[in-house]
């Protein structure tokens, strides 16, 4: 299907662990984005990326790693989750440049016991 | 840092009300402002505005841009209920190298039948 797809769309996870969430776009777009999403915070960047394998920290890049070996996929692994992490997360796409808006994908509820 | 502020943040109507919604910001090397509406899934886009005083014009939504002023409103005429929604001001700066958006936390519309 076109767009911009994530998954897992629901994560349940224990602290310690790794995990990964999938993002994966269908528009050749050449940037990609992580946020995650919390009351009273808003969407906050975690990491983006212009390219392939070209990515740079956004607010809120501890604790996550990121990798984009192909222009469609962009996964965000938590190296070792923590209850702070509990989150919903968006992945978003754009084709770059001035003036050119970000499209989401459904995001990723990520819960950490 | 780049820093953008949402008024109200949230705000309850009836069917038929106007509503004005406020971004003002902060940022380095401006390039847009966007604005996003939010039900309960991804945010999708609604406005970009790069240039001050044009006013940008969807059905009953329109938007209008002070770049002197570093501030952006969003109205709604003759609302609905399915303009509930949490409405996201974003603005795109350069600050670095790249392309990013630095959000506000949005301002929470409910409208009332």
């Known amino acids: 299907d076109a767009g911009i797809t994530q998954s897992p769309r629901y994560k349940i996870t224990e602290t310690g662990r790794q995990v990964t969430l999938m993002c994966h776009q269908t528009?050749?777009?050449?940037?990609m984005f992580w946020y995650r999403q919390d009351l009273g915070h808003g969407l906050r960047l975690i990491y983006y990326?212009?390219?392939?394998?070209?990515?740079d920290k956004g607010e809120v890049p501890d604790g996550y790693v990121v990798s984009r070996s192909k222009t469609e996929n962009f996964p965000l692994t938590l190296e070792s989750a923590t209850r702070s992490q509990t989150s919903v997360y968006f992945c978003?796409?754009?084709?770059?440049?001035?003036?050119?808006?970000?499209?989401f994908g459904p995001g990723t509820r990520l819960t950490v016991t | 840092e780049d820093k953008v502020v949402q008024s109200p943040l949230s705000l309850v109507v009836h069917e038929g009300d106007t509503v004005t919604l406020n971004c003002s910001y902060e940022v380095t090397n401006f390039r847009s402002l966007l604005w996003y509406k939010q039900e309960k899934k991804a945010p999708t886009f609604l406005f970009m505005l790069t240039s001050s005083g044009i006013e940008k014009k969807s059905g009953r939504l329109s938007s209008i841009l002070d770049k002197k002023e570093l501030f952006s409103i969003l109205n709604i005429t003759a609302t609905q209920t399915g303009d509930s929604a949490v409405y996201l001001c974003a603005v795109e700066g350069s600050g670095g190298s790249n392309y990013k958006l630095t959000f506000g936390k949005g301002t929470l519309l409910t409208v009332n039948p």
């Open positions: 990326s212009a390219a392939a394998d070209i990515t």
């Open positions: 978003a796409s754009s084709d770059g440049g001035r003036g050119s808006e970000q499209y």
């Open positions: 528009w050749s777009h050449s940037y």
